[in-house]
């Protein structure tokens, strides 16, 4: 997240972006290696969301899924200016850190430490 942190400070906000998505995929993945052993092969955070639920037989919130979709979208449009989003800002930025921090929110709350 520091990564993430210190490019929105800087101005660097497409990178800022795909570092919140970078952080918020590895954690999910790292929880279900921890748990399971698996290594799931995909960036699709939506999809990392559901095995951690059924790992833990826990429902995921509405605003954990709506920035779970939110930071999806960075992991392409943040690296390719014609894939998506178009120009950054900072609130592009700012609202993909609050995702990520959303998301570690959830997994504490599943008990786990981070």
């Not at 590895?26 to 929880?31: C, D, M, R, T, W």
């Amino acid at each position: 997240m520091n990564y993430a942190e210190k490019d929105l400070q800087e101005g660097r906000f497409d990178s800022s972006a795909f570092f919140a998505q970078q952080s918020a995929e590895l954690l999910l993945k790292a929880i279900l290696l921890k748990r399971t052993g698996a290594r799931p092969y995909t960036h699709s955070l939506t999809e990392l969301l559901e095995l951690i639920a059924q790992v833990f037989s826990a429902e995921i919130p509405d605003d954990v899924r709506v920035c779970a979709h939110i930071l999806e979208r960075h992991y392409i449009a943040s690296r390719y200016p014609d894939a998506g989003i178009g120009e950054y800002d900072k609130s592009d930025a700012q609202e993909a850190l609050r995702c990520l921090k959303r998301l570690m929110d959830y997994v504490r709350g599943l008990g786990e430490d981070i």
